[in-house]
């Protein structure tokens, strides 16, 4: 199983690429960085992009549950009105890095899906799909422009481990929630939530 250190160096790989690729794709500004956060909490199991005002600043911001990167994985689950989509739909891997490729483009989705609507309202994009929140055409517009990057990469490995066996190896029910909002993050600094997706 991966170290810690590994898994934290894959994200980060896997974003910048990735960031690289939203700004020539979407024509996002030169400077577009994502704050990231992590966590290996085993209570945290839900990843989030968005946005977040740091110091009255207003950010892309992504924060990624690592915890189950260190177990046996069986590939990335996808909400169900797209997980069989063959660009964007769930993908069943043993490869702990192809999965974590795959949750960063989602959660990547989702912070140019909010960039895109506060900051360039005049974008194609918004001017097709409106504001739109969740998991509708926008973000899957976006979505799919990133995993038709990402998927070629992709090692589909054999899954050794059902979904109800890891949840019990760790302790833990992996269930996806889904909310937009407001909400305050506690420890360390304070994060005002403009906007994220799960
Ligand atoms: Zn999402």
């Known amino acids: 199983m991966p170290t810690q250190q590994e898994i934290v160096k894959q994200m980060n790989d896997a974003i910048w690429v990735l960031t690289e690729y939203a700004k ?30 740091v110091n009255g600043v207003v950010v892309p ?11 046996p994985v069986t590939g ?14 769930s993908v069943k891997t043993g490869c702990w890095k192809s999965y974590l490729r795959v949750l960063v483009a989602h ?7 909010w960039y895109l ?7 194609e994009l918004i001017r097709w799909f409106g504001r739109e929140r969740g998991h509708g055409g926008l973000f899957q517009d976006i979505y799919r422009t990133l995993r038709l990057f990402v ?10 481990h ?20 407001k909400k305050y993050m506690t420890g360390g600094r304070v994060y005002e939530c403009v906007g994220y997706i799960s």
């Open 24 to 53: 020539k794709t979407f024509g996002l500004p030169d400077d577009f960085k994502i704050t990231v956060k992590h966590t290996f909490a085993v209570g945290v199991q839900v990843s989030r992009g968005g946005l977040h005002r």
């Open 76 to 89: 990335m689950e996808e909400y169900a009105r797209f997980a069989n989509d063959p660009v964007i739909g």
């Open 151 to 160: 998927n070629p990469t992709l090692q589909i490995t054999e899954v050794t």
């Open 61 to 71: 911001y992504a924060k990624f549950a690592l915890n189950r990167f260190q177990y």
């Open 117 to 123: 609507a506060y900051f360039m309202s005049h974008h």
């Open 107 to 113: 959660e990547v989705a989702h912070v140019v899906q």
């Open 162 to 181: 059902t979904r109800d066996e890891l949840s019990k190896m760790r302790g833990i029910v992996i269930e996806h929630s889904e909310f937009v909002g």
